[in-house]
């Protein structure tokens, strides 16, 4: 025991005590420190030993859950602000640094903002502002980056969804990627990785396969999507470097018994790892039965994702997206999006939250492990294992406080960089019963 104790304001130590971690796939009684002045999670017998030190503040949940902050992988857009728009610089910083204030109060702490096909001119213009965006580590900025998603446009057009044909591409070299996207979008720098951390393609199209390579030697992450691959090519995909697939079951061929197309990579197989992969669970994108089978079949590479449009957050209404090269409208009905006129899904409306708390009634799955889905699967797959998605010493100390209700997890407290950044305010009316999850959770 330390001979003198000392209360350490300069240090902004908070101290959580009567609460249950997520830890692996265990909900465990302990407490946790996190310091505001370093962002990190804190080795409490270090700082009480060593150091002396008493935490400046000490917050008895009374029981409640606390999970690493949710990591969401594919997020369009939300709140009014489409991340594949034509704005001025001024105006698309402004409204990105909007959409981050009011992301991280949905629980979403670091995210990977997706630009779906677009002209070359379009990427070029907003990639830039797209990049990882943390490194001040600044609370009060929300939701920071960990880097962009392309998703497209080097698709295939039998498998394009919603995306607009007419600016799909192949590649038959790099210098192809290179000239869409933009050189400096797909280069790290000494100060960090590049601004693109994972694209989306067809790996039958093109030289894609090939190239592969040359994406991971750049630190970018290459997902199988939008891709008519049989379960060779998709072999072969993985094998050159695929480490994981957009949208499991949407948007590509489906599982046949005498082909398994790209769902068969996630069996085991003697030579190749399996990807992770992202799933919608929305009620809208795929039935649950199917959910809880991907799940079943590979349980560690499972990531839930929302691929939100820019409509969420927002009362049902037609709404202006841009669309490769064409202006169009999407309209949303409660958690159903459609492209104005057809039949066509173009994303969702839904929160990562509401996809966990779907996942939980639909599969069968502990609280644990459905949150593992939106922490720290996708970290390892972002390659930020330690770092984020996790409660361990030393990590980032972005935290999400769980309540329960008969409707599954309520998030009741986000903190961001060791600093509370939003607290749940309990109403008995919600104003807007048109999206009531972003309503309750989020003020403007």
Excluded at 107 to 131: A, R
Excluded at 231 to 260: C, D, K, Q, W
Excluded at 407 to 413: A, H, K, Q, R
Aim: hydrophobic fraction near 40%; include cysteine.
């Amino acid at each position: 025991m330390p001979s003198v104790l000392r209360q350490a304001p300069n240090h902004g130590i908070t101290k959580f005590t009567n609460c249950r971690l997520v830890r692996g796939d265990q909900l465990v009684w302990e407490d946790i420190w996190v310091s505001s002045k370093t962002g990190k999670i804190v080795r409490s017998q270090a700082a009480f030993y060593d150091g002396m030190v008493l935490p400046e503040e000490t917050v008895n949940l009374g029981g409640r859950i606390i999970s690493p902050g949710m990591i969401e992988c594919q997020l369009n857009g939300a709140f009014g602000f489409n991340f594949s728009t034509s704005l001025d610089g001024a105006q698309y910083a402004k409204s990105l640094q909007e959409l981050n204030r009011k992301l991280v109060q949905t629980g979403v702490t670091s995210y990977v903002p997706t630009v779906t096909s677009q002209t070359s001119e379009l990427y070029k213009q907003v990639l830039p502002y797209l990049g990882p965006s943390g490194q001040q580590r600044e609370a009060g900025d929300g939701a920071e980056s960990l880097g962009a998603h392309v998703e497209g446009p080097f698709l295939n057009p039998g498998k394009n969804g919603v995306h607009n044909k007419k600016v799909l591409r192949e590649a038959h070299s790099f210098q192809d990627i290179e000239d869409m996207y933009g050189a400096s979008n797909l280069t790290p720098t000494a100060d960090g990785p590049a601004r693109v951390k994972v694209v989306t393609a067809a790996p039958e199209l093109g030289n894609m396969t090939s190239l592969i390579s040359e994406w991971r030697s750049r630190g970018i992450i290459y997902s199988i999507g939008h891709s008519e691959a049989t379960y060779e090519e998709a072999s072969a995909a993985v094998a050159g470097g695929a480490t994981m697939i957009t949208h499991l079951f949407n948007a590509m061929r489906p599982l046949h018994h005498r082909n398994p197309g790209i769902f068969g990579v996630l069996g085991i197989a003697e030579s190749l790892p399996r990807p992770y992969f992202g799933i919608i669970s929305d009620g809208i994108h795929l039935h649950p039965t199917t959910i809880k089978i991907a799940w079943n079949a590979h349980p560690d590479g499972f990531i839930l994702v929302t691929d939100a449009m820019h409509m969420a957050g927002l009362p049902d209404g037609t709404y202006q997206w841009t669309n490769g090269d064409s202006e169009q409208f999407i309209t949303k009905k409660g958690a159903l999006c459609l492209l104005e006129g057809t039949e066509t899904i173009a994303g969702s409306s839904i929160t990562l939250i509401e996809c966990v708390n779907n996942f939980l009634v639909w599969s069968g799955a502990t609280i644990p492990q459905a949150i593992k889905a939106v922490t720290s699967t996708p970290a390892t797959m972002l390659g930020m294992q330690g770092v984020k998605g996790t409660l361990d010493a030393g990590a980032d100390a972005d935290l999400v406080i769980f309540s329960e209700d008969n409707n599954g997890l309520v998030i009741d407290e986000v903190w961001k960089f060791g600093s509370k950044v939003f607290e749940r305010e309990v109403t008995s009316t919600v104003s807007d019963a048109s999206d009531s999850t972003f309503a309750s959770s989020v003020s403007a």
